[in-house]
């Protein structure tokens, strides 16, 4: 019971330190202190309040490892602070031989800034583990998703509901890079039980991913565009950019358009509407 006192004094210091417009979320109303309340740490860790409040009065003494995971996203903890926190909740951080999904602080500040480009960001396995606003307004809030549904490798290959469409030629490069990735991931994260899995249920599930698999098939993602069909502001076709984290597996996903374009306008108006779906007598704000 120790260990479990001393794992929600440390979610409370945390939680309070951490200023509500550092996390993106808005500052307004009558707060009793200028960190974050238990409903906006749940929201942001996708997680219960009644179990933040579990967490932090000790009741809840053994959060899992993607709990404590998503915990050190959503407080925005250092590399160190999130090793306290698995130690505190008894857990070994994850190791060399396991998926990463830790975001440096600059990074998630350099993403809060960048609020006109829808951006995800995914971990060596293409979970999605983080999005912005406008990234949701594009494709559709994830966070009604669960498991597998997040990950891109598995949507894709398993058919699941897409805003985007492909041509063959499209299609032929990103299964050949996303298979290519999963490879090189099985190399770099030898223990991680949850790769492993991932890519016996995709060869499994999916013929197309044990051929491409079988075959050794090698690919990068370059450049490419994408075309979004979005229920309110109609075919978009942007350029896909995937950019890599230094020093780490996290991979940044960015849609952008010219200047000028069609494709632009429709992303500007996407940007002020939000996920608020559009009806013939409403207007933007």
Request: net charge neutral.
């Amino acid at each position: 019971m120790s260990e479990s006192r001393e794992l929600g004094r440390a979610l409370r210091g945390w939680r309070d330190r951490t200023a509500p417009a550092a996390v993106g979320l808005p500052a307004g109303g009558v707060r009793r202190a200028a960190g974050l309340r238990r409903e906006e740490l749940a929201q942001l860790a996708d997680l219960s309040v009644d179990y933040i409040v579990r967490l932090e009065q000790g009741r809840a003494t053994s959060p899992s490892a993607q709990v404590l995971s998503a915990l050190a996203r959503a407080l925005r903890l250092s590399a160190a602070e999130r090793e306290h926190l698995y130690l505190l909740a008894g857990q070994a951080a994850p190791g060399p031989g396991q998926l990463l999904a830790h975001i440096p602080p600059g990074v998630r500040r350099l993403l809060d800034q960048l609020d006109g480009v829808p951006l995800s960001v995914h971990d060596a396995a293409w979970n999605l583990i983080l999005w912005n606003p406008l990234w949701a307004a594009l494709f559709g809030d994830a966070s009604a998703q669960r498991g597998r549904e997040r990950n891109i490798v598995w949507r894709h290959f398993a058919g699941l509901p897409s805003r985007v469409s492909h041509t063959p030629e499209q299609k032929a490069r990103f299964e050949a890079a996303v298979v290519a990735d999963l490879r090189a991931a099985t190399a770099r994260y030898p223990t991680d039980v949850g790769l492993r899995s991932l890519i016996k249920d995709l060869r499994g599930n999916s013929t197309d991913f044990a051929r491409l698999w079988d075959t050794g098939i090698v690919g990068v993602h370059e450049t490419d565009t994408k075309t979004i069909h979005h229920p309110d502001v109609g075919v978009l076709t942007l350029d896909c950019d995937v950019l890599m984290v230094p020093g780490s597996d996290l991979r940044i996903v960015a849609y952008t358009a010219a200047p000028g374009s069609d494709a632009s306008d429709r992303l500007g108006l996407l940007n002020v509407i939000g996920t608020q779906a559009m009806t013939e007598n409403s207007t933007p704000a």
